[in-house]
């Protein structure tokens, strides 16, 4: 039974690198947060988690656009944005968190470079949906 829920759903639900990779970032974030201060946990380290939330949103929905929908493809370049925007405030989060000691050296090294490979996605899934924009425009402007 549980075998095939988990085929029905892997089949139903098919999502982009950038989505797994960012649910790869946020069970390791997971794990670090788990072992952090307590006040340091609610307050920086559940803003970490609901920019991640957030970015994963965003990736959904991007990835559910009608991709011949201009508007839609415009609505997909501000969610990117959005994605991108997040990656950097969880940066800076981290940031924050491993100046205060709370962040081991090595895991924020290792969530720096998640990101920053995340961000090489989004910006390059962006470029194609703004090419996508800027192809249609041209074609109404002829």
């Known amino acids: 039974m549980h075998d095939e829920l988990l085929n029905t759903v892997k089949s139903t639900f098919v999502q982009p690198k950038i989505f797994n ?17 307590k006040s340091f946990k609610f307050t920086t380290g559940e803003a970490i988690l609901t920019e991640l939330t957030g970015a994963i949103r965003f990736a959904v929905l991007s990835n559910i656009v009608d991709r011949d929908n201009i508007e839609e493809c415009q609505s997909a370049v ?39 490979n995340i961000q090489k996605q989004t910006t390059g899934w962006q470029r194609w949906f703004m090419a996508q924009v800027d192809d249609e425009d041209w074609g109404q402007v002829k």
Do not use: E
């Open 78 to 116: 501000k969610q990117l944005q959005l994605i991108r925007a997040s990656l950097d405030v969880i940066k800076g989060l981290l940031c924050v968190g491993w100046k205060m000691k709370m962040i081991s050296h090595g895991a924020f090294a290792s969530f720096n470079q998640s990101i920053d």
């Open 21 to 37: 990779d960012l649910v790869t970032l946020y069970q390791c974030y997971w794990q670090t947060h788990c072992h952090l201060p």
